[in-house]
């Protein structure tokens, strides 16, 4: 055997979780379920927030899209996630966003799990909205209007289904093939589904209000008189400089609660209001060091734009899966050499006709 040949060691191998791995890991553990464990792994390292490096993600902007590099570690372990968002992608038959993320080991520096993160992200996405949900909305909130019905659409609605007992979702698009596809794949998940012609008829009676819409510019998905009392917004399609989705007047009259306000108020709602303007951290709302919803009149304000800690914590669950379920493969990806130093050796012994 040439020692081009040979298998790699152990210690070359880090497991790897392909897109159909990853979909396999969720039908087997089904979609609710999966996204209500990891909104708990969220909601636990939540618990830990200040024990993390935190910084606000590493953004390259074009003209048609960003490029996003989102790291952060707990101290044990070491995570980031690769990311973009192009707007005009589903045109061109390519996703607005996808991703990968990795784990490595705080000790060694190595790798520990390589992830496909695109449906991790969906997941990670709409479990953080729901677990922030259960916390801020209304009591008793059951219906739950959704504006843009892209990629994110379904499983926002089926996270609140999972975990804030939503019972009626009123669907909402600009384009009507796309809520035609969001209703086509909710019809069998045991939810209400509403067809709605405007923004203004799918927010009747909703007590959730989810604008994710995306739009390379500052949108106005909800207007300051279309938003009543008494109603928690989620907004997740705000998340770059010059990307918003909300007139300026709703945020004044919402209390607005963010992941992490150094990268907020770069990219969320909140880059439309003066950098002083008071935020409420959501770790603190959680671990019970800060107010939530304090009256039912109020209006809350999930100013979402995805934190690196929830990608740390949608890959610590992934990991926790693997051994249970095999759903990996072990990835090649690190250089063994029999003796460390010797890298140029290993290079030298693999070289071809080297017997
Ligand atoms: N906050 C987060 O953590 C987070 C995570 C993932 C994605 N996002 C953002 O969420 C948004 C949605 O992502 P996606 O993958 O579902 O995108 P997508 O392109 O698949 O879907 C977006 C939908 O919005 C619709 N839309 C655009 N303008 C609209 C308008 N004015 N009114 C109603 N609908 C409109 C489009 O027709 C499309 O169907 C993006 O902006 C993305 O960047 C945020």
Redesign the pocket.
């Known amino acids: 055997m040439k020692p081009s040949d040979k298998a790699p060691s152990e210690k070359a191998l880090v497991p790897f979780v392909s897109v159909d791995h990853m979909m396999q890991l969720i039908h087997h553990i089904g979609v609710e379920e999966m996204m209500s464990g990891i909104a708990g792994y969220i909601e636990d390292d939540f618990h830990r927030w200040e024990l993390f490096d935190k910084t606000p993600r590493v953004a390259s902007h074009s003209e048609v899209g960003v490029i996003e590099l989102m790291p952060t570690s707990d101290g044990e372990m070491y995570g980031f996630k690769y ?1 973009n ?1 192009h ?1 005009k ?2 045109k061109e038959g390519l ?3 996808t991703a990968f993320g990795l784990l490595a080991n705080v000790e060694t520096g190595y790798p520990m799990l390589l992830s496909e993160m695109t449906m991790l ?2 997941l ?2 709409a479990a ?1 909205s729901a677990m922030v949900a259960k916390h801020l909305a209304p009591k008793g909130a059951d219906t739950m209007a959704m ?7 379904e499983f926002q609605t089926l996270a609140m289904k999972a975990i804030c007992g939503l019972k009626s979702v009123r669907l ?4 009507l093939a ?1 809520t035609e596809k969001c209703a086509a794949n909710l019809a069998a998940q045991d939810i209400k589904v509403v067809i709605c012609k405007t ?1 203004e008829e799918a927010i009747e009676g909703a007590q959730i209000l989810t604008t ?4 390379k510019q500052n ?1 106005t ?1 909800l207007s300051d008189n279309m938003v009543g009392s008494g109603v928690h917004i989620n907004a ?5 400089p010059g ?1 918003t989705e909300l007139a300026a007047g709703i945020l004044q009259r919402s209390d607005i609660f963010v992941e992490y306000p150094p990268q907020t108020r770069i990219e969320g709602e909140i880059q439309q209001l003066p950098e002083d303007y008071p935020v409420t951290e959501l770790w603190q709302v959680i671990t019970g060091t800060a107010a939530g919803r304090t009256s039912e009149r109020q209006i809350t304000l999930f100013d ?4 690196a800690i ?1 990608d740390f914590s949608a890959l610590r669950y992934v990991r926790d899966q693997l051994e249970a379920t095999g759903l990996y493969h072990a990835l090649d990806l690190l250089a063994d050499p029999d003796d460390p130093r010797d890298l140029f050796g290993m290079l030298q012994r693999a070289a071809p006709g080297n017997a």
């Open positions: 990311v968002g707007p992608n589903t996703q607005t966003v992200t969906a990670r996405t953080t504006i843009g019905n892209g990629a994110q659409s909402y698009d600009i384009d796309a923004p994710c819409t995306a739009d949108a998905i997740i399609g705000g998340d770059c990307k979402s734009v995805g934190f929830e």
